[in-house]
């Protein structure tokens, strides 16, 4: 069985500062991993994703995660967060039968 | 535009309604999904669908039936409707082999049991 474990369901950072949200994950089998956003009232959008190969996997909007099998870690960054960076996100890891099993998400709140 | 659609946006309903859900994706994809996202944005998988056969069927009650006449759309019918049920569906599609591309996800369908 896959699971995910999202650190921190609140994180608020100041415009232009590091965004760090971390991730960390449970499979018993190589995993598939995927960050994904949520803007309000809108659906899931995909950031960014690792199956196999480079461990540092670079998505849209700036955003990169690494992929840490010693640390069963997948954490999300951002180099200098942007108002428009304010979302939801969600960390997420494949199963059987396709299956995409989701931490509880972690809303960001970026501040002037 | 290619995407993954569904209708209506919103529903509200009283107790006790059937209501349903529709969802047609024009990717070309072969996997379909609904999965339930709470009050707390909890996402979880409730049914999968490959090629018009259902894959996976988690722990929903019986009021929940799915249907898919063919590998682009994927309705979701509910009965009887209760407050819990109240929540954001989302309908979600994916290549084979689907949990390793991941999946393109509709704009959801928010329920409001009254």
């Known amino acids: 069985a896959q699971s995910v474990t999202q650190l921190g369901s609140h994180v608020s950072v100041s415009e232009g500062a590091l965004v760090l949200l971390r991730c960390n994950y449970s499979s018993s089998v190589p995993p598939y991993l995927f960050w994904y956003v949520q803007y309000p009232n809108q659906g899931l959008q995909l950031l960014l994703k690792y199956t196999t190969g480079a461990t540092l996997v670079k998505g849209i909007n700036g955003f990169e995660a690494e992929f840490k099998k010693s640390e069963t870690s997948f954490h999300l960054t951002k180099p200098s967060a942007h108002m428009s960076d304010a979302a939801e996100y969600f960390c997420a890891v494949s199963g059987t039968a396709s299956k995409l099993t989701f931490g509880t998400g972690t809303r960001l709140q970026v501040t002037l | 535009d290619t995407a993954v659609s569904q209708t209506p946006k919103y529903l509200v309903t009283q107790m006790g309604n059937d209501k349903s859900i529709k969802c047609e994706q024009n990717?070309?994809?072969?996997?379909m999904y609904w999965y339930k996202q709470d009050s707390k944005k909890f996402l979880k998988i409730m049914f999968s669908y490959n090629n018009k056969e259902l894959i996976i069927n988690e722990t929903v009650p019986n009021r929940f039936s799915p249907k898919s006449p063919d590998k682009a759309h994927l309705n979701l019918h509910i009965n009887s409707l209760e407050l819990g049920d109240s929540a954001v569906y989302f309908c979600?599609?994916?290549?084979?082999?689907?949990?390793?591309?991941?999946?393109?996800f509709g704009s959801g369908t928010r329920l409001t049991v009254v």
């Open positions: 990717l070309g994809h072969d996997t």
């Open positions: 979600a599609s994916s290549q084979v082999g689907g949990s390793n591309y991941g999946y393109t």
